[in-house]
């Protein structure tokens, strides 16, 4: 009888709980569904498989207001929480969608300085907009109605300690999450990676709860011990590159590397197979032409793209990919890694001392003198910085230094390559000394939209008709200015050309010409290939960028290489060219030539990747193609290994700046000893 009493006070007591609180109760259900609906417009999925972070703020925030007198003002801090918690998830997914999907992490921090320029458009989620606004206008609408009907809130003492006793548990397993959800984030043994159960979406910890969880890691978890410098120091020099087939080919050569922003083989070529919505696309029943005629018409509107690739001096590299974003990938064929910090090694590292970089290599062996070129602001990605003081170009011009009218809105993507080559053609590829180039272009780079300074191009098109505007279709009317865009790209390539000719200088020059990662924006990639969902055969052509890589005007009965290779392959690929020895741990990828082949560890996705598969861990594998057996995956297995063993040792080498001093003049003397 007793127990049937206290059972029916307790129910009691709940009751008149429940009542009083009926804006909390509807706080809790308003904020799980914004955040559901975050997750589900970035990662497809409406649930989270680690919600604990997420749910402990909500429990610390609803014990917070059991402190507040009355329900105005409860009703006020709950309608705050509602539209921060909006806030911050609507901030991620546009970072999310403006940047082809990735969540953030720690080191994004430092591009805080470059983020209005980096987003540049903002892409609306609509779905999660139109859902988290109807979500709050209803709290606001029938929550104001409640706070005159429910009963009086209590704020005895007694309540007061209960809540507080309350409030010091849920922030004690708070903490305990927060520390024990991060106890296996090594930066010195990265292999729990291929074993980890995150997914790397917000589908694990939310958007918010990964928001806080990196902040955590970042401050807390990322410190790296430089540990047993002999040890570090026979990895380095532990290995050498070794010679293949075209080993010295570009002996003595000039050097020009051309990262192209959003470069993708479907800017100039024709494919029904793989791009069957590019040139291939049939917009009007009437066209007739063929397949010969509609690349008759490429070859006039992109003329010196088919001059670089259909030249019996061009090494194709045809199944070449990259995951990354520009500075990542930029780096990557400079120094032929990249570590994995809590910060971005532009804005973390920009005064290390890299005696490994291609232009510290080519000075120190050949006393060649490099400088870096981008019609972008100069102050972008720290690359004004970065690029003279770590990786050792004598010098950096930029946008500023090029245009006589400057465009500093946005990306500054309205200041042509063609007209960046054009100026600085003399100081690019000077004809009285060996030189090492870098340029990195931006005409290519999204938004996509119609532009007054390509006004011609867009007439090109249409005089041949190719990719003609459509009312109404922004994917192919996207196309088509990405296009147009890659003809003044394709301009650029030809003043570049036609001055090592008219200099005499093109027989004696290597030039590599690829793309930084594929075009996402606005899903050009993903509309042109037809690629949406990871289950599409063929998913990882979605990641499949241009290689090109012409040494001097050799007849080498223009190669292409068909074996999977990717961004970190570049650099080892251009010092093999050169006959130059370089210490092969130092390089995450091989060169083309050599019969290995290497793996791809994303640092912008944190994704795993080859031409067959693609995975967060070996848990959780998103694509793999049905040639790929159980040997390949033990293969692939064993390869991130070796790479994620590479990437630790790197992670020492940048957070001490293992090189500086008399450590540097060591790697100087042994790289000239490796080369005699």
Same mark, same amino acid.
């Given at each position: ?15 008149h ?27 497809g ?10 749910l ?8 917070i ?12 801090y ?7 918690? =909006?806030i911050?998830?609507? *901030?991620? /997914?546009?970072?999310?969608?403006? %940047?082809? @999907?990735?969540? &953030?992490?720690?080191? +994004? ?8 320029i ?9 779905? =999660?907009?139109?859902?988290? *606004?109807? /979500?709050?206008?209803?709290?606001? %609408?029938? @929550?104001?109605m &409640?706070?005159?009907? +429910? ?23 708070n ?7 991060? %106890? ?43 540990g047993?410098?002999q040890?570090l120091?026979?990895?380095i ?9 075209l ?24 494919d029904?197979?793989k ?12 066209d ?5 005629e ?51 090694v ?10 490994y ?14 400088n870096?070129?981008?019609?972008g602001t ?7 910085v ?8 004598k ?9 006589e ?5 946005g990306?500054?993507e309205?200041n042509l ?7 600085c053609?003399?100081?690019m ?10 340029i ?26 190719i ?15 990405y296009c ?21 200088i ?23 290939k ?17 290689v ?65 598969i ?18 390949y ?32 003049e ?11």
């Amino acid at each position: 009888m007793q127990l049937k009493q206290t059972a029916k006070n307790v129910g009691k007591a709940l009751l008149h709980f429940i009542k009083t609180n009926y804006l909390m109760v509807a706080y809790i259900f308003a904020s799980v569904l914004i955040e559901l609906t975050g997750v589900a417009v970035t990662a497809g999925k409406f649930y989270m498989t680690s919600p604990w972070l997420f749910l402990s703020f909500i429990a610390i925030a609803c014990l917070i207001s059991q402190y507040l007198p009355g329900h105005k003002s409860r009703y006020a801090y709950f309608m705050c929480l509602l539209i921060i918690n =909006f806030i911050l998830d609507f *901030v991620f /997914i546009v970072i999310f969608d403006s %940047t082809g @999907g990735t969540i &953030f992490d720690y080191a +994004m921090l430092s591009l805080r300085r470059d983020a209005m320029i980096i987003v540049e458009i903002i892409p609306m989620s609509f779905t =999660f907009v139109f859902v988290s *606004v109807l /979500i709050i206008s209803l709290y606001g %609408t029938l @929550g104001f109605m &409640f706070t005159k009907r +429910m009963p009086q809130p209590n704020v005895a003492l007694a309540a007061k300690i209960t809540t507080a006793a309350l409030a010091a548990l849920v922030l004690c397993g708070n903490i305990m999450l927060s520390y024990f959800g991060n %106890t296996n984030y090594n930066s010195n043994d990265l292999n729990y990676k291929l074993y980890q159960t995150e997914t790397g979406t917000y589908s694990n910890k939310g958007i918010v709860g990964n928001f806080y969880n990196e902040l955590v890691r970042g401050l807390w978890f990322s410190d790296i011990d430089v540990g047993d410098t002999q040890e570090l120091h026979d990895f380095i020099y532990r290995k050498q590159t070794e010679p293949t087939p075209l080993t010295g080919k570009a002996s003595g050569y000039n050097v020009v590397t051309i990262l192209c922003e959003s470069f993708e083989w479907f800017t100039f070529l024709y494919d029904a197979d793989k791009y069957p919505n590019g040139f291939a696309r049939v917009v009007n029943p009437t066209d007739t032409r063929t397949e010969d005629e509609i690349k008759a018409a490429l070859h006039k509107l992109y003329p010196n793209m088919y001059r670089f690739y259909e030249s019996n001096s061009t090494v194709i590299l045809n199944n070449s990919h990259s995951l990354e974003k520009t500075d990542i990938s930029e780096n990557k064929s400079i120094l032929g890694n990249y570590p994995l910090l809590s910060n971005y090694v532009n804005y973390g590292y920009p005064e290390n001392s890299l005696p490994y970089s291609m232009p510290n290599v080519l000075k120190t062996l050949f006393g060649v003198e490099s400088n870096s070129f981008h019609n972008g602001t100069k102050t972008f990605y720290n690359r004004n910085v970065h690029h003279v003081n770590a990786l050792g170009f004598k010098s950096y011009t930029s946008g500023e230094d090029i245009y006589e009218e400057y465009d500093s809105d946005g990306l500054g993507e309205y200041n042509l390559d063609s007209v960046m080559f054009d100026n600085c053609k003399e100081q690019m590829f000077p004809a009285d000394r060996r030189f090492n180039t870098y340029i990195t272009t931006i005409t290519q780079h999204g938004q996509y939209a119609e532009r007054e300074n390509l006004k011609d191009n867009y007439a090109a098109l249409d005089e041949l008709g190719i990719l003609p505007y459509i009312e109404d279709d922004e994917d192919a009317n996207a196309l088509r200015y990405y296009c147009a865009a890659g003809m003044d790209t394709d301009k650029a390539i030809g003043v570049m050309l036609d001055y090592l000719e008219e200099n005499h200088i093109a027989d004696r020059t290597l030039i590599t010409l690829f793309g930084d990662h594929n075009a996402y924006y606005q899903g050009i990639s993903n509309y042109a290939k037809n690629i949406y969902f990871s289950n599409t055969p063929n998913y990882t052509d979605l990641y499949r960028v241009p290689v090109m890589i012409k040494v001097g005007n050799q007849d080498l009965g223009r190669p292409v290489i068909n074996k999977f290779t990717c961004v970190c392959d570049i650099y080892p690929t251009i010092l093999d060219l050169l006959g130059v020895t370089m210490f092969s741990n130092l390089n995450y990828g091989v060169s083309a030539f050599s019969p290995d082949t290497s793996i791809l560890w994303s640092r912008a996705y944190e994704k795993f990747l080859t031409d067959k598969i693609y995975f967060n861990s070996l848990s959780n594998i998103i694509y793999m193609s049905p040639d790929a057996d159980e040997a390949y995956l033990k293969e692939v297995e064993q390869k991130a290994k070796t790479l994620l063993d590479k990437i630790s040792h790197v992670n020492r080498i940048f957070a001490s700046d293992y090189f500086k001093g008399e450590v540097a003049e060591e790697f100087n003397t042994l790289l000239i000893a490796a080369n005699d």
